[in-house]
């Protein structure tokens, strides 16, 4: 079974930064391109950044600029840097695969106040 499991998230301050990480099963992270997503209270889920096996990445107009998302190949994990953040960052943020979804994990909270 395909587990994800996200961490790294916590209360900062506005134009602070955190990096979070996913831990994904072996089988899952080397088929799939990797994305993170997050959902804010009230809003739907939303793809905020991705990356391919070979490093290639694409993100939201929102984070672009300010995120960066990277794997580790050898270990199966993903990673988003967020610089600048801004309280509308504030949700549970998510990782998953872009075009074949696993069940999600728990998420991680990120919240950042002005």
């Known amino acids: 079974q395909v587990q994800l499991v996200e961490s790294g998230g916590g209360l900062v301050q506005a134009g602070e930064s955190l990096t979070l990480s996913c831990a994904a099963s072996?089988?899952?992270?080397?088929?799939?391109?990797m994305g993170w997503y997050r959902q804010a209270p009230g809003k739907q889920r939303e793809l905020v950044a991705h990356i391919t096996s070979g490093g290639n990445s694409n993100y939201a107009d929102s984070v672009k600029g300010r995120f960066t998302i990277s794997r580790d190949n050898g270990k199966n994990l993903v990673y988003l840097q967020m610089n600048s953040l801004k309280p509308e960052d504030t949700a549970v943020y998510y990782c998953?695969?872009?075009?074949?979804?696993?069940?999600w994990g728990q998420g991680t909270q990120v919240t950042v106040s002005s």
């Open positions: 072996r089988s899952f992270f080397s088929r799939n391109i």
């Open positions: 998953n695969g872009k075009q074949n979804l696993a069940p």
